[in-house]
C-alpha cells in the first residue's frame, strides 16, 4: 500500500479567498487524482495529475477554479480558487500504484468549509 | 459510459446478520476493473478489493465475500455475521482500462444495530 498525507486536514475559509491543500505520499507514483466528496454524496473526480505536464480535468472543473501542480513523484497540490460555500466538501488525494497494480489508495482527506 | 449503480441507500441490520450490498455497472470496455472501498464515521476511504474484468472467480477475505457476475454486470458485497464496526458507507467503483479513473457509485451506508 501507499501511506499519503494532506495538509491542512481541515479548514475554514471566507468566501473569495484561496486554500492550498498538499498531497504527499511516501513513495514514487505516476499518476495522482484529486477528488471532491461534497457533504453526503459519493466521491467525484476533480482531475488527474501527471508529474511533468498539465493535469487533466473532468467535466465541470477547470484549471482556474482549481489549479493544480505536480512538481514531482511523491507530491501535488489542489487550490480551491475563489472560494464561495458551494466549494465545502472534502477533498481527497489519491494515487495509483501504476499499471499492473490499480490498487487505488487515498489520502485522509481535507475537510473544508466555506462560510 | 461507465456508470455504478448502488441502489441501496441505507440498509440497517441487527448485528450478526448477513447483509448483502448491490452494485451494478456499465461500460463499453471488455477491460475494466471494479472496487469496493469502506468509509467509516472517521471519513477516510479504506480499499477493500480490486477485480479485473477476466477473473470472475468469487472471493472471500475473513467475514467479507464479494460475488461478481458479467452476465448481470453486477458486483455484489456480503458481509457474514456483521459486527458494529462494519458500520459504514460502502462505496463501489469501476475504472476502465483506456485510462486509470475511478467512477464511484453513490454508495450505501449501512448500519450495524447492536
Known amino acids: 500500500s501507499a501511506v499519503i498525507s494532506q495538509k491542512p486536514s481541515r479548514d475554514i475559509c471566507q468566501r473569495g479567498t484561496s486554500l492550498t491543500i498538499q498531497c504527499q505520499v511516501d513513495?514514487?507514483?505516476?499518476?495522482m487524482f484529486w477528488y471532491r466528496q461534497q457533504p453526503g454524496q459519493s466521491l467525484t473526480l476533480i482531475a488527474t495529475a501527471n508529474q511533468g505536464s498539465e493535469a487533466t480535468y473532468e467535466s465541470g472543473f477547470v484549471i482556474d477554479k482549481f489549479p493544480i501542480s505536480r512538481p514531482n513523484l511523491t507530491f501535488s497540490t489542489l487550490t480551491v480558487s475563489n472560494m464561495s460555500p458551494e466549494d465545502s466538501s472534502i477533498y481527497l488525494c489519491?494515487?495509483?500504484?501504476?499499471?499492473?497494480?490499480?490498487?487505488?489508495?487515498f489520502g485522509p482527506g481535507t475537510r473544508l468549509t466555506v462560510t | 459510459a461507465q456508470k455504478v449503480t448502488q441502489a441501496q441507500t441505507e440498509i440497517s441490520v441487527v448485528e450478526k446478520e448477513d447483509v448483502t450490498l448491490d452494485c451494478v455497472y456499465e461500460t463499453r470496455d471488455t477491460t475494466y476493473y471494479l472496487f469496493w472501498y469502506k468509509q467509516p464515521p472517521s471519513g477516510e476511504l479504506v480499499f477493500l478489493i480490486r477485480r479485473n474484468s477476466f477473473d470472475e472467480q468469487n472471493e472471500i477475505s475473513g467475514r467479507y465475500s464479494w460475488n461478481f457476475q458479467k452476465s448481470t454486470s453486477s458486483f455484489n458485497f456480503t458481509i457474514t455475521a456483521s459486527q458494529v464496526v462494519d458500520s459504514a458507507v460502502y462505496f463501489c467503483?469501476?475504472?476502465?482500462?483506456?485510462?486509470?479513473?475511478?467512477?464511484f457509485g453513490k454508495g450505501t451506508r449501512l448500519h450495524i444495530l447492536p
Open positions: 513513495s514514487q507514483v505516476t499518476m
Open positions: 489519491s494515487v495509483d500504484k501504476g499499471r499492473g497494480s490499480y490498487e487505488q489508495y
Open positions: 467503483a469501476l475504472s476502465e482500462d483506456r485510462d486509470d479513473k475511478i467512477i
